[in-house]
């Protein structure tokens, strides 16, 4: 079965940099595309970006353009998320989730890691 | 942008039919899916493409999407349905082509 875990998340002072990673088992990773979805505590889902099977097509929310690269590593099933210039407002549990042919759904979900950046 | 609007709460009776709109402009349009949250958990697509359910997904989760509300309606509703509710689109008309999540709907049984 589809299965995908988030790791790096933890406290980070603002400015600070952090890079989140997502392993993923169960499907032909390399085949589908990814994306970063957060949540800031008790807030809704916000999509932060998605990056397809071939990282020929990446794109990017609004509130992280410019601030935040998505990108993977096929031979390893591993998405990674790097965070730069953070602020207290990225605070949020960050899940990774597939997407067969994107841009579609979100089929699966990892259960997600949570950043906080606080000084 | 495009915004997509959903009311902040439902509530419903154990057996009865619940209604979750999501309105957004021309949204029969686009393709809607939806997401159901349970309390510390991940979210889990419950419908895609308006109507289709993902495998596992009981019967009883329906979608339907026209003019500028989208719908999803879960009947015969279980203790277990009670969560978040999310509807999600992509607007093709945005620089970056994004993905807009609705606010979300807390359902209470």
């Known amino acids: 079965q589809v299965q995908l875990v988030e790791s790096g998340g933890g406290v980070v002072q603002p400015g600070r940099s952090l890079r989140l990673s997502c392993t993923a088992s169960g499907f032909t990773f390399s085949s589908y595309g990814m994306h970063w979805v957060r949540q800031a505590p008790g807030k809704g889902l916000e999509w932060v970006a998605l990056i397809s099977h071939d990282e020929s097509n990446k794109s990017y929310g609004d509130s992280v353009k410019g601030r935040f690269t998505i990108s993977r590593d096929n031979s390893k099933n591993t998405l990674y998320l790097q965070m730069n210039s953070l602020r207290a407002d990225d605070t949020a549990v960050y899940y990774c989730a597939t997407d067969e042919v994107p841009p579609g759904p979100f089929d699966h979900w990892g259960q997600g890691t949570l950043v906080t950046v606080s000084s | 942008s495009y915004v997509l609007t959903q009311p902040p709460s439902v509530s419903v009776a154990p057996g009865q039919t619940a209604r979750i709109t999501c309105g957004g402009n021309n949204i029969g349009s686009k393709s809607v899916h939806w997401y159901q949250q349970k309390p510390g958990q991940a979210p889990v697509l419950v419908v895609y493409?308006?109507?289709d359910r993902p495998s596992g997904i009981p019967e009883r989760f329906s979608g339907s999407n026209s003019g500028n509300t989208a719908t999803l309606t879960i009947s015969r509703v279980e203790v277990g349905d009670e969560a978040d509710y999310y509807c999600q689109v992509w607007d093709s008309s945005s620089d970056h082509g994004g993905c807009v999540f609705g606010g979300g709907t807390k359902v209470t049984v």
């Open positions: 493409d308006d109507k």
